[in-house]
């Protein structure tokens, strides 16, 4: 007799454990955030934006709690509708019912792959327990597990924002208010990793190979896609939430890595690998929680996200820009931050499996190393562009001139997460047995021979070196060179007197890597003379744009299909009476023909 209603409500494991940790620690800086950032607001908003910011919260809970998928998607979909109301929570704004819209659309496309997939394994379990589901699953046949798995994985990959399913992401975090883009970006989307780590690792695991090069692939495309549009963009959320796009590829990585070398028997490897991808998902949620909180402060300052229009916030906003650089140097990878350490054993799970393949198996491994390296690479030249253009220079507006520094909620928030960014890189020694405990667990391995020797004195050994350099550099220059300064107007080609217009821009500073990566963004340019004469040219407007290839070449043809679809089945409604009788009656008789068939 098939059981309908659950019998386990909630499920306590290391994993659960360890996914509410990351919500608590994003969500309570963002809360406290939120005090500064919503003083202006009317009372009305100020108890309606913290009742959904507790339901957000507790929703997302409850999904890492479930013990199983009936409860699962109930909560799954509680979190995507409190969501939804919070990324329109200025809903006077129409770019913010826009990116609403394009975010509930997608979201309740992944949730209907989830119930597609849920109902499958129902079906064959007889129950939506995950100890009924675990131990059905291995008894249906390859083609139907690998169908499950790929439903299973756009809907969880449509809410991480995995490419191409990221569309969403830089229309909804950059309209969302700054503390909710914070918990969006730093759990939310971490979420979706979670239902992928419950279901493919400790649910239906270990599946085929493929399963793990898939997630790896997409893990490399997220990677280098979501970098490279962040190079392009001056909107400083838009580039952030691009960034998201780009560390979830990263954990993907460390995801990815760690079942093909499971289902290969590689354990060492796949418990390295899966500890890599755990210790970036926390690292990610500290360090861009903290960016989009920064964010929030230069809005409320100033108005403004356009980096092309900052300047000179570090005189302003002397606190917020020092928790920005901190935040920026933690999404970099720069030793010895939360970044770097993760990031480096991502490396060491790729050269570990180098080591343990041969072929092809070893190739991909090489390549992935590879392009691991080459979006730290871009991640940091794009943070460079992010933190000079935006703060240091003089301003480029009068609001950034009249920026001042925010309130002393807004910094505590801010100061909540950047402390963890730096101790989670210092003390990784600390860290990494935790982790690697609960990637055991995870994978069912009891025990892995994985040194952390190295680990535990390397961040820590950076830190005290650069401290060393940085202390003898700052003496020097205070009291070395107390006696033998000089100065000189600067030349600068005969101008003395600098201003902004001077200054290197968002998109000169990007212009290089726009040529460089020209065939995958297909830059175009726009122009426009407005002449008071046919000799005089009274203005000239150039704007340099690249194209959005997935939304161009993938989303745009897919709403004109489904567009022309509708079109053409209005024909099945012209509002006739008999008509409609007639579909009813053909429907009987074909349901009726059926049952009599089977």
Avoid at 127 to 135: E, G, H, L, P, R
Avoid at 266 to 293: P, Q, R, S
Avoid at 399 to 423: H, N, T, Y
Avoid at 447 to 458: E, F, G, P, Q, T
Wanted: some cysteine; overall charge positive.
């Amino acid at each position: 007799m098939i059981n309908f209603l659950p019998k386990q409500l909630f499920f306590f494991d290391p994993l659960a454990v360890f996914f509410l940790v990351v919500i608590g620690l994003v969500c309570v800086p963002s809360a406290i955030f939120s005090i500064g950032y919503l003083r202006a607001e009317s009372l009305k908003r100020k108890i309606l934006s913290w009742v959904l910011l507790i339901i957000f919260a507790f929703s997302m809970c409850s999904v890492v709690l479930s013990g199983n998928m009936l409860l699962f998607l109930i909560c799954w979909e509680v979190m995507s509708l409190v969501s939804y109301f919070l990324v329109v929570f200025d809903f006077k704004q129409e770019k913010s019912i826009r990116a609403g819209i394009i975010y509930l659309v997608m979201t309740h496309a992944g949730t209907a792959c989830l119930m597609a997939a849920f109902f499958i394994l129902y079906n064959h379990a007889g129950s939506f327990d995950y100890a009924a589901v675990k131990q059905s699953f291995m008894l249906l046949t390859p083609q139907l597990r690998n169908i499950i798995f790929l439903l299973l994985f756009i809907g969880f990959a449509t809410k991480a924002g995995v490419v191409p399913l990221h569309i969403w992401l830089p229309y909804a975090h950059p309209q969302a208010p700054a503390h909710i883009s914070s918990i969006m970006s730093g759990v939310m989307i971490k979420v979706g990793i979670y239902g992928m780590m419950r279901f493919f690792i400790t649910l239906l695991g270990p599946g085929p190979a493929w399963w793990g090069a898939f997630i790896l692939a997409l893990g490399i495309v997220s990677c280098l896609v979501g970098v490279i549009y962040a190079l392009m963009d001056h909107d400083l959320k838009k580039l952030l939430a691009y960034h998201s796009v780009e560390n979830i590829g990263i954990i993907l990585l460390g995801l990815g890595t760690a079942m093909f070398f499971g289902s290969r028997g590689k354990t060492v490897v796949a418990v390295l690998a899966m500890c890599a991808g755990l210790y970036h998902l926390v690292n990610h949620a500290l360090f861009k929680g903290l960016l989009f909180l920064c964010s929030g402060s230069v809005f409320k300052a100033s108005g403004l996200r356009d980096m092309e229009k900052m300047g000179g916030l570090i005189k302003k906003m002397p606190m917020t820009a020092l928790f920005f650089l901190i935040g920026a140097m933690g999404i970099s990878a720069l030793p010895p931050l939360n970044g770097f350490v993760s990031e480096w054993l991502t490396f060491q799970a790729f050269f570990s499996g180098v080591l343990e393949s041969q072929g092809w198996v070893k190739i991909f491994m090489v390549l992935s190393a590879a392009a691991l390296a080459m979006t730290s690479g871009l991640a940091a030249a794009c943070f460079v562009k992010a933190f000079g253009i935006s703060f240091l220079g003089s301003p480029r507006s009068v609001r950034a001139q009249d920026a001042k520094e925010c309130g002393f909620s807004m910094k505590a928030g801010m100061a909540l997460l950047a402390i963890p960014v730096i101790l989670f890189g210092i003390g990784a020694g600390f860290i990494m047995p935790i982790l690697l405990s609960i990637s055991r667990a995870a994978l069912g391995v009891e025990k892995a021979d994985i040194s952390v020797r190295l680990l535990s004195v390397l961040p820590a050994m950076i830190a005290v070196i650069l401290l060393v350099i940085g202390s003898a550099v700052f003496l020097w220059f205070r009291f070395g060179l107390r006696n033998k300064r000089v100065s000189y107007n600067t030349w600068d080609c005969g101008y003395y007197s600098l201003d902004s217009r001077n200054e290197y821009t968002a998109t000169a500073f990007s212009k290089p890597f726009r040529i460089a990566f020209s065939f995958f963004l297909l830059p175009y340019r726009k122009s426009e003379k407005i002449r008071d004469s046919f000799y005089h040219v009274r203005k000239f407007t150039y704007e340099t744009h690249t194209t959005s290839v997935f939304k161009r070449f993938l989303y745009e043809p897919l709403l004109r299909l489904i567009y022309s679809t509708a079109f053409k089945m209005r024909k099945l409604q012209p509002g006739s009476i008999h008509l409609y009788i007639f579909y009813i009656f053909a429907t009987l008789v074909g349901l009726i023909t059926i049952a009599a068939i089977f």
